[in-house]
């Protein structure tokens, strides 16, 4: 059965205790960067005109349109370079304007849409005064005449610009592509935004565990993470298990020992967990692929390998993620969370990673009894029990087991900021009333409840009066906050008394 309830009041009255001030509200507009490439997209006609596409200049041989049907990655359209026939040495070319030492970004996608006697190249160059970058790359082939079929890869690379005005042309190379047009689709070019500092050790939660910090489609680039080893690991849309971005490992290639690690905070001695997710996106070509996991700063060393599920699908949505929970021992002040794949033969096969988090395992009440309490006293309900207030400050026993703040030493200075807050916040043109409080990470016991009172004696358990308001804020490493508000708003009429209670059961 569930133990007595442990109950902190907080009581508050609108019209009294709170004091209503104006607060700046403050936004923050992250402006698209704009894309310097006129018609990136070949979205503008003509269309299936071979040697004409709008904003671009065709030249070498001039089998080059902007088709639809043949596959794309925006809109209905992509050029096709070599349509119409078996030829080579097709060129799409733009000149941009530039700024000399600006740093700019250059993406695109490709394809092969049809059945290529030989496999195709794509010569790709950037210039200025001198070459900026000028690379052959072997494009994806999938061997189908179904436009849905056609497999695009995403390409990111990054150059600082030498001139005025920069070039960026695209170049077939190799004939065999009689019945294949190498489509290309989604081109830009755009000027990079300031880089990310090198990343601090983490108080938990870990920086970017879902992967949806920008940049993406960056090759050895993970925003909060330090890629190491051969460096073949970007941020992607291959699937993943929250949002719609994951890290990526062996991306583009056949590659392994590619190493993905971040450093977090820790207090030595105490038990965190592990989690995370894992998935295959692609068909591999030899053994299965296999992720390890390492904790470098736990007692004992924890290594763990995993061979995530792999169903062979080129399409995001068919990914399939298991979830790995695992557990270990902090050693010291930090640790550092590390994984390696360990397996090759993935020329077309990318292993993905997902939603990675490290916590702080919560102590049983027993576990933190024996923390704070002799045995003497832990033989006492009295003093250490779940219902017992032993520092007299109003706040029993399992709440501050709940806070994780100090049962013996009264409100401190310290732990004030544990204890649940009211206050108001501004949604629209309406306020609000909201409770805060701290929860501990890692908790097993029942939900507790915010109880709602209009006179301190008729409490309302159902909690239909309030809502909580986004999800729950780390507030350290022990605990998160979680902040509830009152679904009615403060009006400009008479404003009733109301008060909160937190009440926690085992």
Avoid: C
């Avoid at 569930?2 to 402006?31: C, E, G, M, Q, Y």
């Avoid at 940049?215 to 080893?229: E, R, Y």
């Avoid at 030595?268 to 053994?287: H, I, K, M, N, Q």
């Avoid at 704070?372 to 309900?381: K, S």
């Amino acid at each position: 059965m569930p133990k007595p309830h442990s109950n902190f009041l907080i009581t508050v009255r609108w019209a009294i205790a709170l004091s209503i001030t104006a607060a700046a509200v403050f936004s923050a507009n992250i402006a698209t960067a704009q894309n310097l490439v006129s018609n990136g997209d070949f979205e503008v006609a003509p269309f299936f005109a071979r040697g004409v596409v709008t904003g671009w200049i065709v030249d070498g041989t001039g089998n080059v349109a902007a088709l639809s049907g043949e596959g794309t990655t925006s809109g209905t359209h992509a050029a096709a370079l070599d349509e119409g026939g078996n030829s080579a040495g097709n060129t799409l070319a733009q000149t941009i304007s530039t700024t000399p030492g600006v740093t700019y970004i250059f993406e695109f996608d490709s394809g092969v849409y049809g059945q290529p006697a030989s496999p195709p190249q794509l010569h790709f160059e950037v210039f200025g005064n001198t070459s900026r970058l000028d690379e052959i790359i072997s494009v994806p082939v999938i061997n189908s005449f179904d436009p849905a079929q056609t497999e695009f890869h995403h390409y990111f690379r990054t150059f600082v610009a030498d001139s005025t005005s920069t070039t960026i042309r695209f170049t077939d190379v190799g004939l065999g592509n009689a019945y294949a047009d190498l489509m290309i689709d989604a081109v830009s070019l755009i000027v990079a935004p300031p880089p990310t500092p090198t990343p601090t050790p983490a108080v938990l939660p870990l920086v970017n565990g879902d992967f949806e910090t920008w940049p993406f489609n960056n090759p050895g680039t993970v925003a909060g993470w330090v890629v190491g080893g051969n460096k073949h690991i970007e941020t992607i849309s291959q699937g993943a298990s929250s949002p719609i971005h994951s890290a990526g490992f062996s991306v583009g290639g056949d590659s392994f020992n590619n190493v993905l690690s971040q450093t977090f905070i820790t207090t030595p001695g105490l038990t965190y967990t592990l989690d995370f997710d894992a998935g295959v996106f692609g068909t591999r070509s030899g053994a299965p692929l296999q992720i390890q996991a390492q904790i470098i700063g736990s007692s004992p060393l924890f290594s763990a390998n995993a061979t995530p599920p792999d169903n062979g699908v080129t399409h995001p949505a068919f990914v399939i993620f298991q979830h790995y929970h695992f557990a270990f021992i902090a050693g010291g002040n930090v640790a550092t969370i590390q994984f390696t794949d360990l397996i090759g033969n993935n020329m077309g096969a990318d292993l993905m990673l997902d939603t990675v988090v490290i916590a702080p395992q919560a102590p049983t009440f027993l576990q933190w009894q024996t923390t704070y309490f002799t045995p003497g006293q832990r033989g006492d309900p009295n003093i250490s029990g779940w219902s017992a207030d032993p520092d007299g400050d109003g706040v029993r026993n399992g709440l501050e087991y709940y806070f994780h703040s100090n049962p013996v030493n009264g409100i401190s200075v310290a732990d004030q900021p544990l204890l649940p807050q009211v206050g108001l916040m501004v949604d629209g043109t309406s306020t609000y009333v909201t409770f805060s409080y701290h929860r501990l990470l890692g908790w097993t016991g029942n939900t507790p409840v915010v109880a709602v009172s209009d006179d301190l004696v008729s409490w309302d358990l159902t909690q239909s009066q309030i809502e909580q308001v986004g999800g729950p804020g780390r507030a350290d490493g022990f605990t998160d906050v979680v902040t509830v508000r009152l679904k009615t708003p403060i009006t400009g009429g008479t404003v009733p008394k109301k008060y909160f209670r937190l009440m926690l059961t085992q």
